[in-house]
């Protein structure tokens, strides 16, 4: 397939001198970006920051579990 796509002339710069510097055909350098937005890796898919997932909580905070008894019974579906 192909496409035509007109680039801002700044962009246009700065994607020629990246791909002289990487020495890899300017096409190339422009499917390498378009596969990383369109196929993002594990990498690149948004994790939680590691001071999120290394939290323990709070030793003398009670268990979710302990609230059970005072929950009120789901109530029956009202079919019509």
């Given at each position: 397939?192909?496409?035509?796509?007109?680039?801002?002339?700044?962009?246009?710069?700065?994607?020629?001198?990246?791909?002289?510097?990487?020495?890899?055909?300017?096409?190339?350098?422009?499917?390498?970006?378009?596969?990383?937005?369109?196929q993002?890796?594990?990498?690149?898919?948004?994790?939680?920051?590691?001071?999120?997932?290394?939290?323990?909580?709070?030793?003398?905070f009670?268990?979710?579990?302990?609230?059970?008894?005072?929950?009120l019974?789901?109530?029956?579906?009202?079919?019509?």
């Open positions: 397939m192909q496409i035509t796509i007109n680039l801002p002339p700044d962009l246009e710069k700065d994607l020629i001198r990246q791909a002289s510097q990487a020495n890899i055909p300017l096409q190339t350098l422009i499917l390498q970006a378009l596969r990383q937005v369109a993002p890796t594990a990498a690149t898919t948004p994790q939680w920051p590691e001071i999120v997932l290394s939290y323990e909580g709070t030793s003398d009670p268990a979710f579990e302990s609230y059970r008894d005072e929950l019974p789901p109530r029956e579906p009202e079919l019509f």
